[in-house]
């Protein structure tokens, strides 16, 4: 048993870091031309002006964010000490989404509250995490957002499960793709009780439509669409078609060739140009591969073996194959990771991990480098340097995916091997 005095060291740390890191931003601005803060909060920030002046959020160019981002920095319009409001609050987050996972892992894994904290300081020790979030990245308030949702439903609070999909799902379109996951997970094995059907009906096409649709998928399903469609016509009543427009629609033709890890920053570059007679355009149908694996494959295999795991895969693919890929798009799947990585391949064959963790820092560091010789020296590296380069760590991303989806879907098969070597 962990003593209390360990879980507030750990805590402790992770806050100081995060103490540390903000107040260094602050200098590193004052002093530096090149600024810690990222520049999309200052895109928050303006936005949030605007409201504060009875505006809408989305007369600041670049906006494509829910409105309640912007509310929620409305102190950053107050006055210059607290333009740095924003960077608080999401580094906050960061710490409570650290609780969350701790209380997540002791809650639904049975796991020791040692071995707990030491996966749980993967997110809150974590620099990137720590750096995203004081650089004034949202990720830390999604966080919460996430790992709440993966508590509420292993704790089978259903309606409470709904409501934070629905929200998360309007803070940031990504977490949808969970709904399937959590949908095939709560089939009427795991959440016990009386079958729907009589027995002798269960094989019928009724009965098995009447046992899929049962009181809790339905219970998930309309409290998650209430919320989801509550926010959105509030959201539509105050600001109209450029809500829908830049929250939404934009995503599906966003082309977005800056700063950009995928595979398809390259391509995406030669469609910003002014289109020819193409019909068929490369940022419309990205999302094919992208949403088969994260919405339909990976949850159908994996969602039933390991719910906290199969969410990290999908949340894996969707980032990896995304047409658009920053670094603040890895902590999507980041928050997952203490919930998979003491039973991966990357931690049973220490070879394997550390070539892993090596090759993905190595891919980011190509890429950088020949970013910056664009963006910074002015040089063209698009081909064969960037393009290349992206390739590289794109396939390095595919390796990683296809390693998590083979661990877990032989979850049951080890879980027999280790009861078999505690019997013998």
């Known amino acids: 048993m962990l003593h209390p005095p360990k879980i507030r060291l750990t805590f ?118 720590a750096t995203i979030s004081t650089r004034g990245s949202s990720e830390g308030v999604l966080g919460v957002m996430v790992i709440a949702l993966l508590w509420a439903v292993t704790q089978m609070r259903i309606k409470l499960a709904g409501v934070l999909l629905g929200l998360a799902v309007h803070f940031k379109i990504y977490p949808f793709i969970y709904a399937i996951s959590i949908v095939w997970w709560l089939d009427q094995d795991r959440i016990g009780g009386p079958s729907p059907v009589p027995a002798d009906a269960e094989k019928t096409v009724s009965g098995v439509i009447f046992r899929f649709f049962n009181s809790t998928r339905l219970t998930l399903g309309i409290t998650s669409l209430s919320t989801f469609a509550v926010l959105n016509l509030v959201m539509f009543s105050i600001y109209g078609r450029p809500f829908i427009q830049h929250t939404y629609l934009h995503h599906v033709t966003r082309i977005d060739h800056r700063h950009n890890f995928s595979p398809y920053n390259s391509l995406l570059y030669l469609s910003s140009s002014p289109p020819g007679d193409s019909v068929l355009r490369l940022e419309s149908i990205a999302f094919v591969p992208q949403l088969f694996l994260s919405a339909v494959a990976i949850p159908l295999v994996l969602a039933k073996k390991d719910l906290a795991s199969a969410l990290l895969a999908q949340t894996f693919a969707f980032v990896t194959f995304n047409k658009v890929c920053t670094s603040q798009y890895f902590l999507w799947y980041m928050v997952l990771l203490p919930f998979y990585i003491s039973k991966s391949s990357f931690i049973a064959r220490s070879t394997t991990g550390i070539c892993a963790g090596l090759l993905w820092i190595l891919g980011q560091a190509w890429w950088l480098q020949q970013g910056y010789r664009l963006e910074f020296l002015g040089e063209s590296t698009f081909f064969p340097g960037l393009w290349v380069s992206g390739i590289f760590f794109f396939l390095i991303n595919v390796w990683i995916l296809g390693t998590i989806v083979t661990d877990v879907s032989q979850t049951e098969q080890r879980a027999v091997l280790d009861m078999r070597k505690k019997v013998h």
């Open 12 to 129: 402790l740390a992770a806050v100081l870091l995060r103490i540390v890191l903000f107040f260094y931003g602050l200098w590193q601005d004052a002093v530096s031309p090149l600024k810690y803060t990222d520049i999309d909060y200052f895109v928050f920030t303006d936005a949030a002006r605007f409201v504060s002046r009875g505006l809408s959020p989305y007369d600041r160019d670049t906006y494509r964010y829910t409105p309640l981002l912007a509310w929620l920095l409305l102190p950053t319009a107050w006055s210059s000490p607290w333009f740095s409001w924003g960077k608080a609050v999401f580094a906050t987050g960061d710490i409570i989404t650290g609780w969350l996972i701790l209380l997540v892992l002791r809650s639904s894994s049975n796991m020791t509250e040692e071995r707990a904290l030491k996966l749980a300081s993967i997110w809150l020790l974590n620099p990137m995490v």
